[in-house]
């Protein structure tokens, strides 16, 4: 007989297929970090409160400095496990997003709640799905931009009109998102051992309903829906410090793809005590992803105990390489999880 938990799990996921399926049907991009495996929560609702009770994640991106005002991007997530205690588990989280962009100071905050149903299919193995509902709001400052209109023959003439049309400069929207998740782990990553297999794949969708995204309301200006499908590894090599972490991110909204592979080099400085809290394990990780076609990402991380920071840089490969001389932008992460992340996988089925 099937519990009012079981049977409440079943119908969030249900709703969770049903907001995918819409986001297929439906007819500017979004931005992401680089670090994009530091941003779990807003790639996938999917990924709130799977394997950890609670984490809180930071991350700050500054990017083309060279060529402009710098683009600068600030992200705060907080998510945990609820229903610990039952077979079937549910996560709550929320996060916010501040972007700031150009000479016109275009700025997005954009604030999102994200839940998720998280059903054991094993010892090993969890299956997960999340729904995300959010709110977006973006201004912009034409004060400091100038127009063709208002350039005399001669030379620039702030005072002369601009023919734009006047607006109030801002515009928001409420949002939807919804992914499903497959995890599989084993092991712990102790030195003595180091046999470690975890694997992630997860696919989701954001903006199925394909908001209004303009300044002047033209309903004909639409937010693309966006499709994100991503996976990561972490692979223990047995007998030694080093632990293998493939992963890739793909992106694609209206006309636009992102691929971008990658590969992380953990070394385990040291395994930390098993029954007490002595020893704290540690690690440094070094490596990066290829954005295709768009740019080199450089990383490295440091992890101790429950906290780990990180820092990436992108190396501009595109077109846009002539005028940024390679340079792109830099990001720093910090990042809190609770169990550590060096413990066994929450996998197992609470009855």
């Not at 519990?3 to 049903?18: E, M, P, Q, R, W």
């Not at 607006?167 to 046999?195: C, H, K, P, R, V």
Request: hydrophobic fraction near 40%; include cysteine.
């Amino acid at each position: 007989m099937e519990t009012k938990n079981t049977l409440s799990v079943k119908a969030f996921c249900f709703i969770i297929v049903f907001t995918m399926i819409t986001g297929f049907l439906a007819t500017a991009q979004d931005f992401h970090f680089s670090q994009f495996d530091e941003t779990p929560v807003q790639l996938n609702p999917s990924n709130t409160g799977v394997h950890h009770e609670i984490q809180a994640i930071a991350n700050y991106k500054n990017q083309w400095a060279s060529i402009s005002s710098p683009y600068k991007t600030f992200a705060l997530s907080f998510d945990t496990r609820l229903l610990r205690k039952k077979k079937n588990h549910m996560g709550f989280g929320f996060d916010f997003l501040n972007d700031k962009a150009g000479d016109a100071a275009v700025a997005t905050n954009q604030f999102n709640v994200s839940l998720s149903a998280i059903i054991p299919i094993s010892r090993k193995s969890i299956f997960s799905g999340g729904l995300m509902f959010g709110y977006s709001q973006h201004t912009i400052n034409t004060g400091a931009l100038t127009w063709g209109n208002q350039y005399n023959g001669m030379a620039y003439e702030s005072s002369l009109a601009s023919g734009e049309p006047v607006t109030a400069g801002s515009f928001g929207y409420a949002d939807l998102g919804a992914g499903i998740n497959y995890s599989y782990g084993t092991d712990e990553m102790y030195i003595s051992s180091n046999d470690a297999r975890k694997i992630n794949i997860g696919f989701s969708v954001f903006h199925p309903h394909q908001p209004i995204y303009s300044f002047y309301g033209d309903a004909s200006e639409k937010l693309y829906t966006k499709f994100v499908f991503n996976g990561n590894a972490a692979i223990g090599m047995k007998g030694t410090n080093l632990v293998l972490k493939p992963s890739y991110i793909v992106f694609v909204q209206g006309p636009t793809k992102e691929i971008t592979p990658g590969m992380m080099f953990q070394y385990i400085l040291q395994s930390g005590s098993k029954y007490t809290d002595n020893k704290k394990p540690a690690a440094f990780s070094i490596g990066g992803y290829y954005r295709l076609k768009d740019a080199l990402i450089a990383v490295v991380k440091f992890e101790y105990a429950n906290y780990e920071i990180g820092f990436s840089y992108d190396i501009n490969l595109s077109q846009l390489k002539t005028v940024t001389t390679t340079r792109g932008g830099f990001e720093i992460s910090l990042r809190f999880v609770a169990p550590s992340a060096f413990k066994k996988p929450r996998t197992e089925a609470r009855f």
